[in-house]
């Protein structure tokens, strides 16, 4: 990317779509660029820095509150670094309970699925369970239980 870029060139430069990119600007995690004087937004390195900056944290799934408080700390070059740690550690904890929740999610697809004994649609156990209309149980599971793996 040039000293000054289109958005465009921002966002191939950056894999971010035009449109997130005006979001950002709008939600000020992005500052506004100057403009050229045909009125095109100018961007230059510093807005390049600050987009991968912001990418990188979405991609590690901070929410966009958190990207701004991580924005605001950095620029504070002289402070201890506890916030920030601290910040990432509670957004590790939280991404610990997803995870949490993702695998009892897994585990009840798996039971859900294990009841299926194929057929119509109209006796589908799967179906049944979902609505809530009776318990299921697994009939493959008396033939090839699980292993037992403690809880």
Request: aromatic fraction near 4%; hydrophobic fraction near 30%.
């Amino acid at each position: 990317m040039n000293s000054e870029a289109s958005i465009g060139e921002l966002a191939k430069a950056t894999g971010t779509k035009v449109v997130t990119i005006r979001y950002y600007e709008k939600i000020g995690l992005l500052p506004e660029p100057p403009r050229t004087r045909g009125n095109y937004r100018a961007y230059d390195a510093r807005h390049r820095a600050r987009l991968h900056f912001i990418r990188r944290c979405r991609d590690l799934g901070f929410t966009l509150e958190q990207v701004r408080e991580l924005l605001d700390l950095s620029k504070k070059t002289d402070r201890d670094c506890a916030a920030v740690d601290r910040l990432a550690l509670d957004h590790l904890a939280e991404i610990g309970r997803k995870i949490a929740d993702l695998k009892r999610l897994e585990k009840e697809l798996r039971r859900l699925s294990e009841c299926c004994q194929g057929g119509r649609i109209g006796d589908c156990r799967i179906i049944e369970a979902l609505s809530g209309s009776q318990p299921v149980t697994s009939s493959r599971a008396h033939e090839h239980p699980a292993p037992s793996r403690g809880a």
